[in-house]
């Protein structure tokens, strides 16, 4: 049974990964999907991390504000001092996909936002990557 599970996650893994990188593909599913199952189904996978880059860039192009918010709520807005797994590893993708799709204005704006939580700033190290996240994202072009 559990042999059997594998398996079938193994396919449909490839199958997803082959599908969520091709071009004509996301096109097809930005202009066509159900938002708001869409939304759920790309959320699960931005949590549990799985193919996270392409998952996110999908979120921002078909829902732009609950795409913002994971950022916000998930990296942002808590405290991630403390958090076990590296809490900041994704966002330097994830602030160029939102330069790059939404612009450089809806980044600073994202960036300057009066809650994003001091707290995170006064560890060294969060707040060293932090900076190298955004740094990394202002420069990418």
Known sequence: MIIDAIQEYI??????????????????FVEHAD???ATDLLENLIS??????SAFELLLKINKEEALYI????YLFR??????TDPVEDLDIMFTDIKEILGEEELD???????FLKKNMKNKIIKRRLREA???????D
């Not at 199958?15 to 996301?26: P, V």
């Not at 950022?71 to 998930?74: F, G, I, L, P």
């Open 71 to 74: 950022v916000k709520s998930w």
């Open 134 to 140: 955004i740094r990394f994202a202002k420069e990418e």
């Open 48 to 53: 549990s991390k799985t193919m996270l880059q």
């Open 11 to 28: 396919i449909a893994y490839d199958n997803l990964s082959k599908a969520i990188t091709n071009d004509q593909e996301k096109q097809y």
């Open 109 to 115: 704006k994202l960036l300057k936002n009066k809650k």
């Open 35 to 37: 938002v708001s199952k």
């Open 79 to 84: 405290n991630i001092s403390r958090a076990i």
